[in-house]
């Protein structure tokens, strides 16, 4: 009675400690199941958890999203057994590389757009109630939903409270670093920042692997702990030859029709935002290489042919699973990733301690979000990253999401678009929503105008069609 | 006509004729628009530094086409002025990092028009040794883009001399802003905003001279009945028309926390040595802005005293719609000034849009109420 009283949710239980009873339900899937096992588990959950798992488990993914699922309850409960076992909790953004955090004996990251996402994924009522909660504080409505909802919750004091918040959106994004310094004022705990200088010379690189290093110090003081080089090396290892993986699935973007299934984006920056630089994160990626390896050689496609090939400039939207990956996957429309996939992972030279250091800080520099928007010019590092991408994956459309908080690529859509169709012949759709949020535009309007892109302009300038086989 | 007619007659216009008179006798522009922005170093090279306005102007449609919906107005408007050909008269512009609104204004700006002479000023987010050193040598960056393009040698001296110019001007400031908050004010709100915006379009040594001869019309004088005395803090804005409409409703802005306000100026003087050291640390050290990291307590501190040395009766926070920095802000700005016993009223509004006006005015006048003015 008493250890059922512990896991016992209060009436008004905040994400983190809802998502920590979600995830466990992943622990009772059999590796292997079937569509009518799948459907008997699918009656009895909540409709939003209902939705995300008929993504998740679709039966040509299914083996391998058990797998991830799995992942993310392995990252979330380790979070909780931290405090037992000693262990600091750090929140971090996405754009800050958890293997930073791995490479500490005593810390645990938590990211709070993976928490987000994955609430807004599972929880009835999504993220609305702790978006709500934050609104009711006073925070403005133009707020990035990725963050506030994890915010929303924390604010509340009813769920697991971290120990400590690194920022390091400072130069890439103003509304989260306002929002990490409110946090942690309001809840009391330390805040440690990494400062992205808006400066691509030589100079700014330099000064960025200082301001890097006296976070590691800083790190290093909180926790009261040298980092090893020992332990480094084996986070180090693991995180390289997931970045290894990383270029495998890139690869396979490649092939047409794409035989990597498109809610595979989303696996991929998921586990690079909380458990790169783990075993674990490793044998996830092999998993989604493997599965697409299989697909091409069977020359497997959801669709009867691929009829678009798309780049998602930005964000994707995270409300409805199944209506956006698997509905365009199932319209012919790949998505090849988006601009939280462009994270351009590299091998570090694990010498010494310095080379790990400065690898590191090499990594936390070309973050996603960092490295675009916390260039000398936004607009003309993300428009370079973005051409890069359509080139190496040979996509015929761009699309940005909209997502309404996102002042700095707003303010740098126009140029995108403009400059994208004269250098490389490619349209952009934009679209306005709240990629956490879906009462901001609903899915079907979404689709809706995916479908009349697709149909209306990509599809008529098209010189090839891919068809399976 | 008096030096404050004389300000007021041009105090909404972009092309002044101060500044077409400057042009017309062969003189240098450069645009700037964050008062993280040592205007010393432009002022030192014999260029006038202009920071950019918008005076709530109402069209964005260029603007629109560029931006978004999603950012700020402010910036939007800005940038209007800047394709509609109003702002052509710049000679270069200095692009800072001031929030991501501002960065956006900057790249489309650049990105139509194409200014042979736009240098970016990176100034970093917190105060640390290792950030006032790399600013120092931003500064310096600034200084050899300046020197190299315009042709001119700015030299120790004449930076020094630029240095005393502004402090004399932040001593009058100071003075103003006295016979704004004194128990009988002397000057309102919406004069104030008129005096510092018209004086971020001339040279130093002019507005100096300007600000002398207002001190001494002012001296004596006396503002209208009023029913409550408030502080206006918020993001940044030049819309005097706003403050004139809260001080017809009854209010006195007794004083602000503004960037076009105090932040402008306050804390700037002191210090002494390198010349370039002496700006970093001014500038950096001083800017009281939200965009600024873990220096809440600063800036509340600077709020504070700011609110008890005018004696004010309730606080306004104004910001714009979309402004990150100072929405976040407000939250806390409103929980600490409520704690301190200081009324508050958020406005959050469209930058420039006439359609606030009502709805405004609503407001003001039920918080005017509310505190008992």
Redesign the interface.
């Known amino acids: 009675m008493t250890a059922m009283a512990a896991h016992e949710l209060k009436e008004y239980e905040g994400l983190i400690n809802r998502l920590s009873q979600v995830v466990k339900l992943s622990d009772a899937f059999p590796d292997q199941m079937s569509d009518e096992g799948l459907e008997g588990i699918l009656h009895f959950l909540p409709s939003n958890l209902a939705g995300s798992m008929r993504a998740f488990l679709a039966p040509r993914i299914r083996d391998v999203s058990i797998e991830i699922l799995k992942t993310y309850g392995a990252w979330l409960d380790s979070a909780f057994r931290a405090g037992e076992e000693g262990k600091k909790v750090f929140l971090i953004p996405f754009n800050f590389p958890p293997e930073v955090i791995h490479c500490f004996e005593g810390a645990w990251p938590v990211t709070s757009e993976v928490l987000s996402t994955l609430g807004v994924a599972s929880l009835e009522g999504q993220g609305e109630r702790y978006w709500d909660y934050a609104m009711g504080l006073g925070l403005p409505d133009s707020a990035c939903s990725a963050n506030m909802i994890e915010v929303g919750s924390a604010l509340t004091a009813v769920d697991f409270k971290p120990d400590v918040i690194i920022s390091d959106c400072l130069g890439s994004c103003d509304i989260n670093s306002k929002t990490h310094e409110f946090l942690a004022r309001y809840m009391d705990i330390p805040l440690l920042f990494l400062e992205k200088t808006v400066d691509n010379s030589e100079r700014g690189i330099n000064q960025y692997y200082l301001y890097f290093k006296t976070l590691v110090e800083e790190v290093e003081e909180f926790l009261g702990e040298k980092l090893d080089e020992e332990r480094m090396r084996e986070v180090i290892g693991n995180a390289n030859r997931a970045s290894e993986l990383y270029w495998e699935l890139w690869d396979l973007h490649k092939y047409s029709p794409c035989p990597v299934p498109n809610i595979f984006s989303l696996f991929l920056y998921g586990i690079r935002y909380t458990m790169w630089g783990t075993e674990d994160a490793v044998k996830a990626i092999e998993a989604m290489v493997d599965k697409c390896s299989e697909r091409l050689k069977k020359g497997e496609y959801p669709a009867e042919m691929e009829v678009a090939r798309a780049i998602w400039s930005y964000t994707s939207y995270y409300f409805d699973m199944a209506g956006f990956f698997n509905w365009m996957e199932e319209h012919g429309i790949t998505h090849l990733g988006d601009g939280l996939d462009l994270f351009f992972p590299q091998v570090i030279d694990t010498t010494s301690r310095e080379t790990m250091i400065r690898g590191l800080a090499e990594i936390a520099r070309n973050m996603p979000m960092t490295r675009q928007m916390g260039a000398s010019s936004m607009s003309v590092q993300w428009l370079d990253d973005i051409i890069w991408a359509t080139r190496e994956l040979d996509a015929d459309c761009v699309i940005y999401c909209g997502h309404h908080s996102c002042k700095q690529t707003w303010s740098g859509a126009s140029v995108m678009r403009s400059e994208l169709m004269k250098r490389t012949k490619i349209p952009t759709l934009i679209l306005q929503g709240d990629s956490w949020i879906g009462r901001m535009t609903p899915m079907s309007a979404l689709q809706e105008t995916i479908e009349e892109f697709v149909n209306n302009v990509v599809k008529q300038r098209r010189t090839t069609v891919r068809a399976v086989g | 006509m008096n030096a404050l007619q004389c300000l007021q007659s041009q105090s909404t216009d972009i092309f002044t004729e101060y500044v077409r008179d400057w042009k017309e006798k062969g003189g240098k522009v450069l645009g700037y628009a964050c008062v993280a922005t040592p205007v010393e170093v432009i002022e030192a090279a014999g260029i006038l530094p202009y920071r950019i306005k918008a005076f709530g102007h109402p069209d964005t449609e260029l603007g629109d ?4 919906r ?3 107005r402010f910036c939007r408007a800005c940038l209007q002025l800047g394709l509609d050909g109003t702002y052509d008269f710049l000679d270069g512009i200095i692009e800072t ?1 001031g ?3 501002l ?3 900057f ?2 700006w650049q ?1 139509v028009k194409g200014y042979e002479f736009f240098h ?1 000023l ?1 100034v ?3 105060v640390r040794e ?2 006032l050193d ?1 600013f120092e ?1 931003e500064l310096s960056l600034m200084r050899q883009a300046i020197s190299k393009y315009f042709g001119v040698d700015i030299t120790d001296e004449a930076l020094l001399k630029a240095i005393k110019t502004y402090d004399e001007i932040q001593g009058k400031l100071k003075k103003l802003y006295a016979l704004r908050e004194q128990a009988r004010p002397a000057v309102t709100g919406a004069e104030v905003m008129q005096i510092i915006c018209t004086g971020s379009s001339l040279r130093g040594e002019d507005f100096g001279a300007l600000l002398t001869g207002i001190l001494e019309e002012k001296a004596n004088a006396s503002v209208p009945p009023y029913r409550a005395r408030l502080m206006l803090l918020g993001s940044a804005t030049d819309e005097i028309d706003l403050v004139r409409e809260m001080e017809a409703q009854g209010a006195l802005i007794a004083t602000d926390a503004l960037c076009f306000g105090s932040r402008s100026f306050w804390a700037r003087a002191g210090g002494k040595g390198d010349p370039v050291r002496l700006l970093a640390e001014r500038y950096l050290s001083h800017l009281f802005c ?2 600024m ?2 220096e ?1 307590q600063e800036r509340w501190d600077y709020i504070l005293e700011t609110a008890r040395r005018a004696n004010v009766d309730g606080a306004v926070i104004v910001y714009n ?5 100072h ?6 700005q ?1 929980m600490d000034l409520e704690k301190n016993g200081i009324p508050v009223l ?1 406005l ?1 509004k469209d930058y420039g849009s006439q359609a606030d006006t009502g709805r405004i005015k609503t407001r003001v006048q039920a918080f005017l109420e509310r505190i008992g003015g």
């Open positions: 086409a560029y931006l978004a999603f950012n700020c990092n929030c991501d609104h960065r956006g204004m790249e489309n990105h970016y990176k970093p987010h917190f290792d950030s790399y040598e939200p965009r990291f873990t809440y719609k979309f402004c990150d920095l929405g976040v802000e407000a939250v806390s409103r958020v959050e």
